[in-house]
């Protein structure tokens, strides 16, 4: 059907990159909006960043300015550049696509996640 592959979580210390990539690809007839949520043990999974198909943007409340999101419409796939990790933004990072397998079906898909661990 449709899968979504993330890639670029791993292990940073505080004040460092990383840039999370994540393709939809399977029988999809087009994407719209993509996004990244957070989730924490023990907390609800929460977004990070969206975007829809026109390139506009949503952020999380506490991004300030250090994440960026962005999409290449052409390979389906959206990015998240993090910048000066924080300890606090540790978490598995879960990629969501909402996919048109046809045309009138749009369904939402969730990549299996990535983990971002940011040491002190």
């Known amino acids: 059907q449709v899968q979504l592959v993330e890639s670029g979580g791993g292990l940073v210390q505080a004040g460092g990159s990383l840039r999370l990539s994540c393709t939809a690809s399977?029988?999809?007839?087009?994407?719209?909006?993509m996004g990244w949520y957070r989730q924490v043990p023990g907390r609800q999974r929460e977004l990070v960043a969206a975007i829809d198909n026109g390139g506009y943007t949503n952020y999380g409340d506490s991004r300030e300015g250090r994440f960026t999101i962005s999409r290449d419409n052409a390979k389906n796939t959206v990015y998240l550049q993090m910048n000066s990790l924080r300890p606090e933004d540790t978490g598995v990072y879960y990629c969501?696509?909402?996919?048109?397998?046809?045309?009138?079906?749009?369904?939402?898909?969730w990549g299996q996640g990535t983990q971002v661990t940011v040491s002190s």
């Open positions: 969501n696509a909402e996919v048109e397998v046809h045309a009138g079906l749009e369904n939402a898909y």
């Open positions: 399977g029988r999809v007839f087009s994407v719209n909006a």
